[in-house]
């Protein structure tokens, strides 16, 4: 067997992982099958996948189709995912609760794509999930959070140009706060706000992180705001809250999560190239198209695409093979996913699908059917990888 070469950047490290995949291995990777930075092959440490729970709805019902119905699961790390996209019958803004186990410890405040284009789910320390507005539809995928007691949280006290934390403002929402979780995920609570200045003219740091947790690279992020769409980045261990933002009155933080590329190379989790589909990685000095996949089974995407000329509609990238969403909530032929994203510092979506082809090995395509063209974050689409 050759001798492992320690990566020295995340980027030598995947081409390291890939190359080292393919000697060591013939046959596509299935899930559960791990691989150190190294790439010597795991025992499987991923435990089987869990099923959803299927909550009963009120006042909602399942969209139907393509499209998974809602549901709701725990990692072993602790970590609550949602998923499913559901129609509004007209009579309630409520659909569901979680039980004890499921719930977060502070107020969840979070973007959503919904029939108005985004919109906001509210998870409630009781456990009461509420969608935010009237919209005939919404989506529930990339809702995911810590479970309560499982963060050690850190409220952000400093903030410069103006911004503050919400709690401030509303005492209902937990003081903004980050917490760096077993694998190097970093996680974020409450929302933020600026108390004088109105929308910044330029690019503007609302706070500054620990150095421990400065991402690799430049990474740009959705939340929702009360103006529509918030586009963020993270640029080393600056929080940047970029001038396309629509609103400034509150913004979200629930849906920043990432990775610290302290972390990096480690061999808590693997990350494996997008392969792209008529797109191509932006490139200077963003991070290419790619997925982490952690031990609990939550997968997160990142980088930076771009569409070039072809507009923003189409077919992005897959998914490598077995990294699909879940498809244990509906039918069999279920499993398409919606998904918040900003592209071009403007509200956009995707949607993943999943073919039915290869069902031993799914593929999952990851189409761009609305946004600007242009450049397109990958950063924010998170979810729990099938069985």
């Not at 690279?217 to 993270?234: F, S, V």
């Not at 600056?238 to 913004?251: L, P």
Request: charged share 10%; hydrophobic share 40%.
């Amino acid at each position: 067997m050759p001798q492992p070469v320690v990566a020295q950047t995340g980027e030598q490290w995947m081409r390291q992982t890939e190359r080292r995949i393919g000697l060591l291995e013939r046959r596509p990777a299935q899930v559960g099958d791990r691989f150190t930075n190294d790439g010597v092959l795991w025992t499987r440490t991923v435990p089987e996948a869990v099923p959803y729970i299927t909550p009963t709805l009120t006042g909602f019902i399942n969209y139907g189709g393509a499209y998974h119905g809602a549901g709701y699961v725990r990692s072993s790390a602790g970590i609550v995912v949602h998923t499913g996209l559901i129609s509004n019958t007209g009579s309630n803004s409520n659909p569901y609760s979680v039980p004890v186990g499921y719930r977060p410890d502070g107020r969840v405040f979070t973007g959503t794509v919904n029939s108005s284009g985004i919109g906001a789910l509210v998870v409630e320390t009781s456990g009461g999930v509420s969608v935010a507005g009237a919209p005939t539809w919404a989506s529930l995928a990339g809702l995911m959070y810590p479970a309560a007691g499982v963060a050690t949280w850190t409220n952000i006290t400093t903030f410069v140009n103006n911004f503050a934390s919400y709690h401030l403002v509303d005492p209902s929402y937990p003081p903004a706060a980050f917490w760096m979780d077993q694998y190097g995920r970093v996680w974020f609570r409450g929302m933020i706000y600026r108390t004088a200045g109105g929308i910044p003219a330029s690019d503007t740091v609302a706070f500054t992180l620990p150095s421990a947790l400065a991402v690799e690279a430049q990474i740009h992020l959705p939340e929702y705001c009360n103006g529509g769409i918030a586009a963020l980045h993270i640029v080393g261990n600056q929080f940047v809250v970029k001038a396309s933002t629509t609103g400034v009155v509150y913004i979200g933080l629930s849906k920043c999560a990432y990775v610290a590329s302290s972390v990096r190379p480690s061999s808590t989790f693997q990350k494996l190239r997008m392969t792209l589909s008529d797109w191509n990685n932006y490139g200077s000095t963003f991070p290419v198209g790619a997925i982490a996949v952690f031990p609990d089974g939550i997968a997160m995407m990142h980088g930076l695409i771009n569409s070039g000329t072809i507009g923003p509609n189409g077919q992005a990238c897959f998914t490598p093979d077995g990294i699909s969403p879940d498809n244990a909530v509906g039918p069999a032929n279920t499993g398409n996913d919606v998904y918040l994203a900003v592209a071009s510092g403007v509200l956009a979506r995707y949607d993943i699908t999943r073919t039915q082809a290869l069902a031993s090995s799914p593929l999952s395509a990851v189409s761009p059917v609305s946004g600007a063209a242009g450049w397109r974050s990958l950063n924010g689409v998170n979810y729990m990888i099938g069985s």
